[in-house]
C-alpha cells in the first residue's frame, strides 16, 4: 500500500503570512492530486501535478510536484481566512482504480 | 461544480437498525467511491464501483454492503447499525478509475 503523509498536521497562522505544507511518501505516484475541504462539506479538488518537477499556479496557491514523484508542496502567500480548511493530498495506487489519501492538514488563518 | 448529491444529508438511528445511504450523480461517471471520514484517520474508502452492478471493497469494508444498479445511482447499506459506524460518509466520483474526484456534500450519521 503506497502511504502519502501529510506535514505540518495543524497550522494556524495570521493573515498576510506565507506558509508551506507538505506531501510525502516513499513511493512513487504517476501524479498527485491537492483538496480543500471547508467544515461541513466535501473535499473540492484543486490542482492534480503529473509531471516530476512541476509547477502550477492557482492565484496565491503554488503547488510543486518532486522531481521523482515522491513528494508534493503547497505554498500560499499572503494567507487570507477563506484559505482556511483542511488540505488533503492525493495519488493513484498503481494496478488499481482507487486513490489513496494523505493524512491531512488543517489549516486555520487568524484575520 | 459535479452534479452530485446525497441522501439524506443527517440520519440519527439506533444500533442495530439498517441504514441504507443514497449517491446520486448527473455526470454519467463510470466510478464511484464511499468513504467514511473521521477524525484521526482522515479519509477511508468503504467500497467502490467501477460500473454497473461491479462493486469492489476499499479498506473498511466490514460492516457495509453496496449496490449499482444503474449508473447514476450507488447506495451504502450498513446491515445493522453499530456506534463504531458513527461518522461522515462522502460519496465521490469519477470519469477515471485512478483520476480526479468530485464529492458529494456528505452525510452525518450518528448511531446511538
Known amino acids: 500500500t503506497q502511504l502519502l503523509e501529510q506535514s505540518p498536521q495543524f497550522l494556524s497562522i495570521q493573515e498576510g503570512e506565507n506558509l508551506t505544507v507538505y506531501c510525502n511518501s516513499s513511493?512513487?505516484?504517476?501524479?498527485l492530486q491537492w483538496y480543500r475541504q471547508e467544515p461541513g462539506e466535501g473535499p473540492v479538488l484543486l490542482v492534480t501535478?503529473?509531471?516530476?518537477?512541476e509547477v502550477k499556479k492557482l492565484k496565491r496557491l503554488t503547488f510543486q510536484f518532486g522531481d521523482a514523484r515522491k513528494d508534493s508542496s503547497l505554498h500560499i502567500t499572503a494567507a487570507q481566512p477563506g484559505d482556511t480548511g483542511l488540505y488533503l493530498c492525493?495519488?493513484?495506487?498503481?494496478?488499481?482504480?482507487?486513490?489513496?489519501f494523505g493524512t491531512g492538514t488543517r489549516l486555520t488563518i487568524i484575520p | 461544480d459535479a452534479g452530485i448529491t446525497q441522501s439524506p444529508r443527517h440520519k440519527v438511528t439506533e444500533t442495530g437498525t439498517p441504514v441504507t445511504l443514497r449517491c446520486h450523480q448527473t455526470?454519467?461517471?463510470?466510478?464511484m467511491y464511499w468513504y467514511r471520514q473521521d477524525p484521526g484517520h482522515g479519509l477511508r474508502l468503504i467500497h467502490y464501483?467501477?460500473?454497473?452492478?461491479?462493486?469492489d471493497k476499499g479498506e473498511v469494508s466490514d460492516g457495509y454492503s453496496v449496490s449499482r444498479s444503474k449508473t447514476e445511482d450507488f447506495l451504502l447499506t450498513l446491515e445493522s447499525a453499530t456506534s463504531s459506524q458513527t461518522s461522515v460518509y462522502f460519496c465521490?466520483?469519477?470519469?477515471?478509475?485512478?483520476?480526479?474526484?468530485?464529492f458529494g456534500p456528505g452525510t452525518r450519521l450518528t448511531v446511538t
Open positions: 465521490a466520483i469519477s470519469r477515471l478509475g485512478m483520476g480526479e474526484q468530485y
Open positions: 513511493s512513487v505516484f504517476s501524479s
Open positions: 501535478v503529473v509531471t516530476g518537477g
Open positions: 492525493a495519488g493513484p495506487n498503481f494496478g488499481n482504480e482507487k486513490l489513496t
Open positions: 455526470e454519467n461517471h463510470r466510478y
Open positions: 464501483s467501477y460500473g454497473v452492478k461491479d462493486t
